[in-house]
């Protein structure tokens, strides 16, 4: 998987300006270099907000590049599901969180909605994968459900290796 990342970053690097390029291709899911921009820029700020140094270093960009891959690895695994999330539901969810107030601009809101769409994804996936396992004993139900979701989330660089 590092060396995968690290290779995606190779290929990021020698990408050019544009941010519409894409960095890694996971299934039909396209990262681009805009979205690598953008999560490196809300990396940046959160540092700044909390008094932390940010290193925009090779190893980091590696790291959020991983960070994308995974979101789009989940993107698809859920599509192939039959499960999709609506802007409309990533709002909702983004309103009802809205007591903390986001900072960090237009990045920072992209990052937010990437990580509510991620979030809301896996819930339905987790909702889909725990309705087939039935135990009449509600602690056994539960690790059984768990364990179901893990193994989907293991699955997936399997299924949907980045290239």
Request: overall charge positive; hydrophobic content about 45%; glycine content about 6%.
């Given at each position: 998987?590092?060396?995968?990342?690290?290779?995606?970053?190779?290929?990021?690097?020698?990408c050019g300006a544009g941010g519409g390029k894409a960095v890694a291709?996971?299934?039909n899911e396209t990262?681009?270099?805009?979205?690598?921009e953008?999560?490196?820029?809300?990396?940046r700020e959160e540092a700044k907000?909390?008094?932390?140094?940010?290193?925009?270093?090779?190893?980091?960009?590696?790291?959020l590049l991983g960070l994308l891959v995974y979101r789009a690895r989940i993107e698809a695994g859920a599509a192939?599901?039959?499960?999709?999330?609506?802007?409309d539901e990533v709002e909702q969810r983004a309103a009802a969180g809205a007591s903390e107030e986001t900072e960090g601009g237009t990045d920072g809101e992209a990052f937010l909605q990437s990580s509510i769409r991620t979030q809301l994804l896996t819930e339905a996936v987790y909702r889909k994968l725990a309705d087939r396992i039935r135990?009449?004993?509600?602690?056994?139900?539960?690790?059984?459900r768990n364990a179901a979701l893990q193994r989907?989330?293991?699955?997936?660089?399997?299924?949907?290796?980045?290239?």
């Open positions: 998987m590092i060396a995968a990342a690290a290779a995606l970053v190779v290929v990021a690097a020698g291709h996971v299934g990262v681009t270099r805009e979205q690598l953008q999560t490196v820029e809300h990396f907000r909390e008094g932390r140094q940010f290193v925009d270093a090779p190893a980091v960009r590696r790291s192939a599901l039959g499960i999709a999330v609506s802007q135990d009449p004993d509600p602690e056994r139900r539960q690790a059984k989907w989330l293991a699955s997936l660089p399997k299924r949907f290796p980045a290239g």
